[in-house]
């Protein structure tokens, strides 16, 4: 059976013993708290907001705007690539066709 690897992190105000099945997945832990924190950092200097609770609410937005905007990115460059893929597929039938 797989050891876990107790990661404990501070996020905002709220310390979180978590467990992680591997390194990897420490690490990713660790580092999501590093940039939560910092997010709620830059809020707190750049608006002077002072609640916790809404520095995290804009870290959250903040973070899943960017997520969603990857994702529609991710999905228009997998459509093209697809597009370019079926174009290819048409040329290579109109070679073979040819010979």
């Known amino acids: ?23 990897l997945e420490e690490e ?11 997010k709620m950092q830059f809020y707190q200097q750049k608006n002077g907001i002072k609640s916790t609770q809404r520095l ?12 969603l905007k990857f994702d529609l990115l991710h999905t228009d460059l997998q459509e093209s690539v697809f597009d370019k893929v079926q174009e290819l597929e048409k040329m290579i039938d109109n070679v073979s066709t040819e010979f």
């Open 56 to 67: 995290l609410a804009l870290a959250a937005l903040d973070f899943v705007m960017s997520n």
């Open 28 to 38: 990713i832990v660790r580092k999501s708290a590093k940039l939560i924190n910092e």
């Open 1 to 23: 059976m797989d050891k876990k690897i107790p990661c404990n992190i501070i996020v905002g105000t709220e310390a979180f013993s978590l467990s992680a099945a591997n390194e």
